[in-house]
């Protein structure tokens, strides 16, 4: 569900039409849909409230500060995996009791940060993470709140890039090993056990396999309990897809009524850290055409938005539809949509039947909200995008277009340089 739609045969993002935006701001830029946004937090946090629980939005699907604040203001907490994301957060507005800090790498100054901002708590990926997080805690005079983040060695049936929850993958500590984390963490001083976390993968199409995780999760609790570990947050991470092209991804309401039938009078308090499910579908990339060639064998659409924008269709092969924003009846063909960057990788869309589209207008690279932004880049020195959020009739550049200044910025010719 998302607020772009033709009206008049023209693309509108709520109640602005696409080309209004773009003559504003120029191209390419990357637009939000204010109600999209908030429909979709709601109708996720909505699906849970049977039970005590917390969405903490995953940041690094898209952290620009004003979706932060979006998610705070509706009551939400954010899921961090970096001292970076961690300051966004706080900048957003984020209360840190409901900031979790996730990620295999922590290092010390960013344990420091969160430990000296007071968050919820720290998801732990490994033993010596434990010991580092104590160190740190006793050197601050803090007590670290610690789950730790259990591998239950599930496949997620996802693109391999995208699943966290394998043996072979580098999250998490091994359930089998979990128990004598848990020891370890019990009595190292300076920490305090108050949950257990798993994420298995992202883009998930089926429910199954994180019911098997929390199936497996709540054995382990039980085991803990019996120790007389005190487990009150269970942390379920985030990972519900959405439909980029054909899938069929459980409906929110769907996902949280068969967690909530495996959760409900456990004792916990359910943590989700969902990121696609919210911005996915909210965001949109927008581009325009700047040349079309072909050859015998193919025809291609040049557009001024690349890899550097939006890397997922070379990186993980994926499909977003592509969306001329001014609609007309004509004829249909196949072409490669690329973008400017100096690789054969950076495309947009591959062999895609496409209207046929003409230099000098517009498209929309449709579900790009999530890992867009957030996964851009400077490669080939292209300034990053602008990002625009809209509101009704209202719209905000959310973040300016970085100039050249802006590409340079913190770089120095050396002294022995200069002659
Ligand atoms: N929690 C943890 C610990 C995670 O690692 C992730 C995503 C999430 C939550 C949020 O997952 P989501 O609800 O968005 O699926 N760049 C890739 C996706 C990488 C996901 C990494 N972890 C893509 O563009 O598909």
């Known amino acids: 569900m998302h607020f772009f739609e033709y009206k008049d045969h023209q693309l509108q993002c709520e109640g602005i039409p696409v080309e209004k935006i773009a003559e504003q701001v120029g191209t390419p830029f990357y637009l939000y849909s204010y109600h999209t946004l908030v429909r979709h937090f709601t109708v996720f946090d909505d699906a849970f409230k049977g039970i005590p629980h917390l969405v903490c939005y995953s940041a690094k699907a898209n952290s620009n500060l004003a979706l932060l604040r979006l998610f705070t203001n509706l009551g939400g907490g954010v899921d961090v995996v970096s001292g970076g994301e961690l300051y966004r957060a706080l900048r957003g507005g984020a209360a840190p009791e409901k900031i979790v800090f996730s990620g295999v790498g922590k290092r010390e100054d960013e344990i420091e ?21 104590n160190q740190v805690a006793g050197r601050i005079g803090k007590k670290a709140a610690v789950a730790i983040r259990v591998n239950p060695d599930i496949d997620p049936k996802t693109h391999p890039y995208i699943s966290t929850g394998l043996k072979q993958n580098k999250f998490g500590i091994d359930i089998l090993r979990a128990p004598a984390a848990y020891r370890l963490a019990s009595q190292l001083p300076h920490l305090k056990i108050v949950g257990i976390d798993c994420h298995i993968g992202s883009q998930l199409i089926e ?50 009524s068969t967690i909530l039938e495996g959760i409900r009078g456990f004792g916990c308090t359910l943590i ?148």
């Open 113 to 133: 940060d969160a430990l000296r901002a007071g968050i919820l708590m720290f998801n732990v990926e490994s033993s010596q993470e434990l010991h580092a997080i």
């Open 207 to 256: 429910v199954e396999p994180v019911i098997e995780a929390l199936r497996r999760l709540k054995q382990l609790v039980e085991d803990l309990r019996k120790e007389g570990m005190e487990i009150r947050y269970l942390d379920l991470g985030g990972g519900l897809g959405i439909t980029y092209e054909d899938e069929e991804p459980p409906h929110p309401i769907e996902y949280a």
């Open 272 to 419: 989700l850290e969902p990121g696609r499910v919210i911005v996915g579908n909210a965001g949109v990339l927008v581009s325009k055409v700047l040349y079309t060639k072909e050859n015998e064998e193919k025809r291609f659409v040049i557009v001024d938005a690349g890899m550097n924008d939006l890397v997922r269709p070379s990186y993980y092969g994926s499909y977003h539809q592509i969306l001329p924003v001014k609609e007309e009846t004509r004829e249909e063909v196949e072409a490669d949509v690329v973008g400017p960057v100096c690789e054969s990788s950076d495309f947009l869309a591959k062999g895609r039947k496409l209207p046929n589209l003409r230099s000098g207008e517009l498209i929309a690279v449709m579900s790009a909200g999530a890992y867009g932004f957030s996964m851009s880049t400077n490669y080939n020195s292209r300034p990053r995008i602008a990002e625009v959020l809209v509101r009704d009739d209202q719209m905000s550049v959310i973040r300016q277009r970085e100039n050249y200044e802006d590409l340079v910025r913190g770089e120095e010719i050396p002294e022995f340089l200069i002659r």
